[in-house]
């Protein structure tokens, strides 16, 4: 569905973005991981048609995504997603689904069926009265007016009470149920987590690192083991909590002590000095570093990459100031609204 090789964007001297080099399959989520100024909605942009790269290629479906044709097998939802606050749900979704020429019919049908999914009442209520978290399902909706086959959502996420998030989490992997091709960009790493098929990690316009959760976490991650045992030996702590290291509730029967190994071996070690006190190990917990934490790892030792001599290239394509961010009308392929739904 995407192929990104050599994909770069620079301004003047700053690498937004160095040398990507991804794919994503069809009926994927796939996910830009990274803090502020990483390089994520800059990507994005540029998968979208929206900014042009510097350098390298993206194509979406064996097409530039510069390609205007792109744009009508597209969604794409900001972070930031001004809507027409004198519309309502119902007409402000009618006036894209116009945009893409798509039947009266067949629009009224599918905005109906997708604000049910996304449980949003009050439909011919004025947008610029609604909550934040409505307002972001109507941009949902909005993205799905056409039926594209990819989605490019930019924080979808971002400033929601924790179940809004669930529940447009949930949406989102539905979407990829139904073969739409998911690429989305989050701060949070527990959404990438939870619904996200591959991710790439980016600092400072790179990717440090790609794969799924599991693949990153064997690669980069430590694993630790918090061993109990009834009696005291060297090296171990008295454990007077009441809560394990994953947080399950246990029994506590008289004193416990920890001790913290990295290895299966070193458990077995700790095993037979607790044999050799008269006591034994009563309990053996398992803690993977969390994907947070080796993404800091990961970070604190990628060093700029002007630093590393990435800055601009004089033999790079020319950069293209791609202006100020511009919302998802942009994309629609008839040239969109006007300019105060823009960012």
Known sequence: MIRVEGLRKTYGDFPAVVGSDFTVDGGE???IVGPNGAGKTTTLKMLAGLVDPSAGVAEVAGTDAGDPAMRRNLGFLPEESPLYEDMTPRSYLQFFADLYDVPRAEATERTERTLDRLE????????GDMSKGMKRKVA??????NDPDL???????SGLDP?????????????????????????NLYHVESICDRIVIMNRGEIIARGTVPEIRDMHGETTYHVFTDVPIEGA????RAQSVDG????????RYRSVVPTMEAVEDVRERAASAGGDVVDIRTREQSLEDIFLDLASETPPAAARGEGRDTDQTEDVDDGPAVDAEAVAPTGGADGSDRQ
């Open 237 to 240: 702590e008295r454990d007077e």
């Open 248 to 255: 399950d509730e246990f029994a506590q029967h008289g004193d």
């Open 29 to 31: 989520i796939f996910g």
């Open 163 to 187: 179940l809004t998030t669930n529940y447009v989490l949930e949406f989102t992997r539905e979407l990829a149920d139904r073969g739409k091709t998911v690429v989305f960009s989050a701060h």
């Open 140 to 145: 949902i909706a909005r993205s799905l007016v």
């Open 151 to 157: 989605l490019i959502y930019d924080e979808p996420a």
């Open 120 to 127: 949003l009442e009050h439909r011919e209520r004025r947008l």
